[in-house]
């Protein structure tokens, strides 16, 4: 309720306390519909963009398998598998793929011309290279810092020469 007084030459309108407050509350919190349908619209467009990017495109991660090879069977010349990545697996050699590394360091190696002195000391976290062992390859790596190997590498696509 107001209360309209006159007092020196001068309307002073005063609303009681209980109006103020309740008008205060109510505009505190208020949202229109249309703000909410704006906000829910933002949230689906938003959810279906990102199922969109994850199922349908944007960035393979690091480790992608590209051809799923699961034995040796599946093996024959030109069969390429492995990460696309070829950003972070930018180097590349070609050898016979062989068991062992040197003190410590890869499960496999790379005999390359030249001697023992040229091989390729390999892991990989992409690819087995127990599939490819015995065979002469191609592989797109990573080179890892080494102690004993003279040349270290994190394999990331093979391909069979």
């Known amino acids: 309720m107001e209360k309209v007084q006159e007092k020196d030459g001068q309307i002073q309108v005063e609303k009681e306390e ?5 008008n205060f509350e109510s ?3 208020s949202f229109s519909p249309k703000i909410i349908a704006v906000l829910a619209g933002l949230i689906v467009l938003g959810a279906l963009g990102g199922y969109v990017v994850a199922n349908y495109g944007g960035a393979s991660p690091k480790g992608t398998v590209s051809n799923q090879i ?3 069977t599946q093996i024959e010349k030109g069969t390429v598998f492995g990460s696309d990545d070829t950003k972070t697996f930018k180097d590349t050699t070609e050898g016979v793929v062989k068991k062992g590394g040197i003190d410590g360091e890869g499960q496999y190696h790379l005999v390359r011309p030249g001697g023992e002195s040229q091989n390729v000391y390999m892991t990989s976290s992409v690819v087995d ?3 490819v062992l015995e065979k002469k390859v191609k592989v797109w790596g990573e080179t890892q810092a080494a102690q004993k190997a003279g040349w270290l590498m994190d394999v990331g696509r093979v391909e069979v020469q």
């Open 18 to 22: 209980e109006e103020i407050v309740k």
């Open 129 to 131: 290279l127990s599939l």
């Open 27 to 29: 505009d505190k919190f």
């Open 70 to 72: 699961t034995s040796p």
